[in-house]
């Protein structure tokens, strides 16, 4: 009798052991993902159609089924638009095989300067893929303001004439349509990657 106790309470013990195996292996799968991005919940992205520097009008139902990452800035941006899109092309490089996956767009917040030919131009120095937009200023009023953008022209003593205050958050719009991350200007290239990486896999 004891023996048989032995031998069922060996086969209940492995039993349970077996299942916690289990169960460690299986409960991070289940974890929410964890991005570097600051997440937004179930925000469908308001739709965007502009000009496209490709010469064609362009909006967001173009690209269905792929990730589109949405930045407004311009062309004579001194440095955060210039230093945003190399990051933006580095992590998109990273991504390998489903970089197709990933489209980029700058929607303009000069378009008194930057024309399609003009964004054509400076879109293709950081990735040939990116697209830039522009349009009517009221439309892209409309547009930045339904995203929560703010831009504001300051007159310069510079060449250029004027600058542009803008924001500098990158927008993330997953596959479903939804607007899913806000990547902060720190953000890295390797975390900005990672991050693309889940929503294209």
């Known amino acids: 009798m004891t023996k048989w106790l032995i ?15 289990g169960w460690f292996v299986v409960v991070p799968r289940l974890q929410p993902q964890v991005f570097n991005a600051q997440v937004m919940q179930g925000v469908d992205a308001p739709d965007i ?24 800035g311009y062309t004579f941006c001194p440095d955060v638009c210039p230093i945003t899109l190399s990051k933006l092309a580095r992590a998109r490089a990273m991504l390998g095989d489903d970089a197709d996956d990933v489209q980029v767009v700058m929607v303009t917040v000069d378009p008194e300067r930057d024309t399609p030919e003009v964004l054509r131009e400076y879109a293709a120095r950081f990735d040939p893929t990116f697209l830039g937009l ?20 300051v007159d310069t003593e510079s060449k250029a004439g004027y600058l542009v205050d803008h924001t500098s958050t990158v ?4 596959r479903s349509g939804e607007l899913k991350l ?8 390797d975390e900005i990657a990672e991050d693309l990486s889940y929503l294209v896999s």
């Open 49 to 72: 159609e502009l000009q496209g520097s490709n010469g064609q009008p362009v909006s967001l139902a173009d690209f269905e089924d792929q990730v589109v990452v949405v930045y407004f």
């Open 134 to 153: 522009t349009g009517d200023p009221a439309d892209i009023d409309r547009i930045a303001t339904i995203y929560g953008v703010y831009y504001q022209t």
């Open 182 to 189: 806000l990547v902060s200007f720190d953000a890295t290239d």
């Open 7 to 21: 031998i069922v309470g060996g086969s209940v013990l492995a039993a349970l052991l077996v299942g916690l195996a």
């Open 171 to 174: 927008m993330v719009i997953d």
